[in-house]
């Protein structure tokens, strides 16, 4: 039972250009979302989150937003850059518990 | 600096060896965590613990083992009852769960099965 999916495994972006990677939950009890980079054999790295309680967080070319009714959320990078190439992943959790849902990753490409 | 740190980096195994993957951090986060990535499937949680002492399965735990003796230190055993144990394994922390943390990982250790 897959409660989070990304149903993109692949985006490519022209360079400047932005990029728009989706993700899906089923479980309604998550309350807290995080997006991560990763590059191979690395470990991912943090890049922005947003609670149940917003729709909207900014951090520099990062917006996340979140729909809770479509249970959607989407990271958007303005501008693309050639450095952000890598397999993004969105994350999901209750925090009533401590468990961290992973979805399966999108690969993203951006062309220069 | 802190950080989380795994150990080895790249590890052999033979079939129906028992190995140890280590992972510590000084970053003074109660919870600790293992994944496990393979192509195409994301991270999934193998084990997780919330506080010393205390440790529970994930969503893929059959064939693994581990422990939380110390606040740093969360080691993972991946036994011989593991049936595709060639992955690439990470650990992460937080210092609380949902709102009040993002997770932190290590660089993640490779096993190889021969």
């Known amino acids: 039972d897959q409660q989070v999916k990304q149903n993109s495994p692949s985006l490519s972006v022209q360079e400047g250009r932005i990029s728009i990677l989706n993700c899906d939950y089923t479980?309604?009890?998550?309350?807290?979302f995080l997006w991560y980079k990763k590059y191979p054999a690395e470990g991912p790295t943090f890049l922005i989150s947003i609670s149940s309680i917003k729709d909207k967080n900014e951090d520099g070319r990062f917006t996340v937003f979140l729909n809770k009714s479509a249970k959607h959320l989407s990271l958007h990078i303005v501008p693309s850059q050639p450095g952000d190439s890598a397999v993004y992943f969105c994350?999901?959790?209750?925090?009533?518990?401590?468990?961290?849902?992973f979805g399966t990753g999108t690969r993203l490409k951006v062309l220069a | 600096d802190g950080g989380i740190t795994q150990s080895p980096k790249y590890l052999f195994r033979k079939e129906g060896q028992n190995v140890t993957l280590s992972c510590e951090q000084n970053?003074?986060?109660?919870?600790m965590y293992w994944y496990r990535q393979d192509p195409g499937q994301g991270l999934r949680l193998i084990y997780y613990s919330q506080i010393v002492n205390d440790f529970q399965k994930g969503d893929i735990a059959e064939g693994y083992s581990v422990s939380r003796e110390k606040k740093e230190s969360f080691p993972l055993t991946v036994t011989s009852a593991q049936k595709n144990p060639t992955a690439f394994y990470l650990c992460?922390?937080?210092?609380?769960?949902?709102?009040?943390?993002?997770?932190?990982f290590g660089e993640g250790s490779r096993l190889t099965v021969l």
């Open positions: 479980n309604s009890m998550f309350d807290y």
């Open positions: 970053l003074n986060h109660d919870a």
């Open positions: 994350a999901a959790s209750d925090s009533g518990t401590y468990k961290y849902i």
């Open positions: 992460a922390s937080t210092s609380g769960p949902g709102n009040t943390g993002e997770l932190f």
